[in-house]
């Protein structure tokens, strides 16, 4: 069974850092690409994040680009996400991903929370 499981979320004001984490198993993790997906309160499901197999390739929405900085540990089937210098709108839940299912396997989610 597909498990996958985020955390390192939490409240801080415009200008902070956080690191977002993504325990996976069930899966052969090393194989596989893998996403961060977002969602704002009354808003739909946005991609921001995604680093293939290896950790060679990564790609950006054009919202985080800069300020995020998705990689991963095949040997830890561990996924993470680097976020600085937060905005109020990076306000949302961040879910981990496995590539080529739409997004439809992912975690429960980490609540990130930018706020003064």
């Known amino acids: 069974e597909v498990q996958l499981v985020e955390s390192g979320g939490g409240s801080v004001q415009p200008g902070g850092s956080l690191r977002l984490s993504c325990a996976a198993s069930?899966?052969?993790?090393?194989?596989?690409?893998m996403n961060w997906v977002r969602q704002a309160p009354g808003k739909g499901l946005e991609w921001v994040s995604s680093?293939?197999?290896?950790?060679?390739?990564?790609f950006y929405a054009r919202s985080v680009k800069g300020r995020f900085t998705i990689s991963r540990d095949n040997a830890k089937n561990t996924l993470y996400l680097q976020m600085n210098s937060l905005k109020t709108e990076d306000t949302a839940m961040y879910y981990c991903?496995?590539?080529?299912?739409?997004?439809?396997?992912r975690g429960q989610g980490t609540q990130v929370t930018v706020s003064s």
């Open positions: 991903a496995k590539g080529g299912t739409n997004y439809q396997v």
């Open positions: 069930g899966f052969t993790f090393s194989s596989s690409t």
């Open positions: 680093i293939t197999s290896g950790g060679g390739n990564t």
